[in-house]
């Protein structure tokens, strides 16, 4: 009967655990109700986070789909830049050939970031007689990007640009550092000429600055002496530029025709030959081009043919050279206007086995002398050429008193030929002229 009983009351107690337990799992608390809320709350912050997640993602997608598709577009820049490359290089590999039977000259116009740039090509267009013959190549320097516009956007297929890859900082000794400019001019040549005659391989090139005006026989000139240059081992340029050519000291009426040799190297427009760029290369200078070129050791006495009436003009004040020169000097510098047929003429006679016998027999022999002092005073015979004598002392005064350039460059008077500079004077042609037993300049003449 015990036995029944303890059963029993088993039996009881495990059908109250069981309800106990059954409550709790089937009826859930308050305390319960507030943690499933909680676990609710944070399944949802959870999708929340997961859309968010996959928004950023999809955002990432973009994102990687755009860079994917601008790296396209730079491949593809990169891909059309060297294919520009490869057809101008052809362009300019095929225009070496001769034109006519004549030579082919590039014109090199140096650019940076002067706009006015446009200026000069213009007229470079203008006065072109035909492009296979004067291919125009723009050597643009400085990454000037309104200027690179302004020559890509005008000129189409009648030019070709080329840019000078090397934009690193020079380095300039601490007293230089605002020549900064002339050091940058330098490896810009050095550049440029390298790919004209060593790439390219042209023959002959003229160099133009980006602020030049140019006559409109301007070509013709540089065709009619090209053949000079070519077979007169003493002539290294041809310049347009008369360093001297302010009006009232060229025959403005019947100048236009007359060419002489000079010594002074003028630059300002000139051409110069593959043979004589692989000479001065290797050991082109860092800075100051113009002034180191006019040296003994690189010029090698060695001439140049000038104009009487430029063929170029500087219009360009702001330059790296000073505007002080420009406003002086520099803007009076007359610029031909009539055209002369300079190709069908015979100019042999600028060869040095011509010129020099009958050059100095003028200036010594036919001339008459006349004394700087008494120039304004003195009666002359009409026509009759006349010959200021000069020494070391008395150039610069003499120089001056006529309105000629009086500085030297390596000892070498401008203009000068065999220490001689010849100009027009009153209707005159007018020699300023070391004695006659002249033998070379003196460096320290400054
Ligand atoms: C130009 O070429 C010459 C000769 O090959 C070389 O010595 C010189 O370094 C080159 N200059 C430039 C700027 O590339």
């Known amino acids: 009967m015990r036995i029944k009983r303890l059963t029993i009351f088993l039996l009881a107690l495990s059908i109250l655990f069981i309800w106990i337990v059954s409550t709790y799992i089937f009826f859930p608390t308050r305390a319960f109700n507030n943690e499933m809320g909680k676990m609710k709350h944070i399944m949802k912050q959870l999708d929340e986070l997961e859309g968010g997640v996959s928004q950023i993602m999809g955002a990432n997608k973009n994102i990687l789909h755009e860079m994917a598709s601008e790296y396209d577009l730079r491949i593809e820049k990169i891909k059309k830049a060297t294919e520009k490359e490869i057809s101008q290089d052809e362009k300019l590999k095929k225009l070496q050939k001769s034109f006519n039977g004549g030579p082919v000259i590039p014109v090199i116009v140096f650019a940076c970031n002067r706009i006015t740039v446009i200026r000069c090509l213009d007229q470079l267009i203008q006065y072109r007689p035909d492009p296979r013959q004067f291919p125009i190549i723009v050597s643009q ?77 301007f070509f013709e000139y540089f065709v009619g002496t090209y053949y000079l240059l070519k077979h007169d081992p003493t002539l290294w340029c041809i310049s347009a530029w008369n360093d001297n050519g302010k009006s009232n000291l060229v025959d403005m009426e019947n100048g236009a025709s007359k060419l002489y040799r000079t010594d002074f190297f003028p630059g300002l427009g000139w051409m110069l030959t593959k043979e004589l760029w692989t000479e001065l290369a290797p050991k082109w200078p860092k800075a100051y081009w113009d002034d180191w070129i006019r040296r003994p050791e690189q010029r090698k006495d060695r001439a140049c043919i000038r104009p009487e009436i430029s063929r170029t003009r500087t219009f360009g004040k702001y330059g790296v050279s000073n505007g002080l020169f420009y406003e002086k000097h520099l803007k009076y510098i007359q610029l031909n206007d009539k055209f002369v047929p300079f190709s069908k003429m015979d100019l042999t006679y600028l060869l040095k086995n011509y010129y020099d016998e009958p050059f100095l027999k003028e200036v010594y022999d036919n001339s008459i002398e006349v004394s700087y002092h008494n120039l304004r005073t003195l009666v002359l015979p009409e026509k009759q050429s006349i010959r200021i004598p000069y020494t070391k002392e008395t150039y610069k005064k003499a120089a001056r008193a006529v309105g000629l350039m009086d500085d030297f460059k390596s000892g070498v008077p401008r203009t000068g030929y065999r220490g001689i500079i010849t100009f027009h004077w009153n209707g005159r042609t007018a020699y300023l002229a070391p004695p006659r037993n002249w033998n070379g300049y003196d460096p320290s003449w400054s």
């Open 141 to 217: 320097d400085c990454n000037d990007l309104q200027t690179k516009n302004a020559i890509n956007t005008n000129y189409g297929d009648k030019l070709t640009l080329i840019e000078q890859p090397d934009q690193s900082d020079i380095q300039v000794p601490p007293k230089e550092k605002k020549f900064k400019g002339y050091f940058k001019i330098a490896r810009h040549y050095g550049w440029a000429l390298n790919q004209t005659f060593f790439k390219y391989n042209f023959d002959t090139a003229i160099i133009v600055e980006d602020d030049l005006d140019i006559a409109p026989d």
